[in-house]
């Protein structure tokens, strides 16, 4: 099954720090582009930070900072450091995989199922 399963999403209060965490299924050989969206109800969903196969990054001007993306290539792993978090980081965030080569072919954009992060003020 081709599958991108996040992790490590949660409720804590303002200030404080979670990581999420984003792990390919076995049946996704290599990706090209890893990264992370989040999305709140009424909004289109946003990027958040990504990271390429290179290690060449991008972070939304409204985290840069605070958080950290980081990826494990070998297994296709991509984290999220979310540190001194505020009450408008809630969302659901979403793990995304871009040009990933699959036991089913290649396919462009990948998807995972999303986690929830709650920041209490």
């Known amino acids: 099954q081709v599958q991108l399963v996040e992790s490590g999403g949660g409720l804590v209060q303002a200030g404080g720090s979670l990581r999420l965490s984003c792990a390919a299924s076995?049946?996704?050989?290599?990706?090209?582009?890893m990264g992370w969206y989040r999305q709140t109800p009424g909004k289109q969903r946003e990027l958040v930070a990504g990271m390429t196969s290179g290690g060449s990054t991008n972070y939304a001007d409204s985290v840069k900072g605070r958080f950290t993306i980081s990826r494990d290539t070998a297994k296709n792993t991509v984290y999220l450091q979310m540190n001194s978090l505020k009450p408008e980081d809630t969302a659901v965030y979403y793990c995304n995989a871009n040009g990933a080569r699959t036991s089913w072919g290649y396919m462009g954009a990948l998807w995972g199922q999303g986690t929830q992060v709650t920041v209490s003020s």
């Open positions: 076995r049946s996704i050989f290599s990706i090209n582009a």
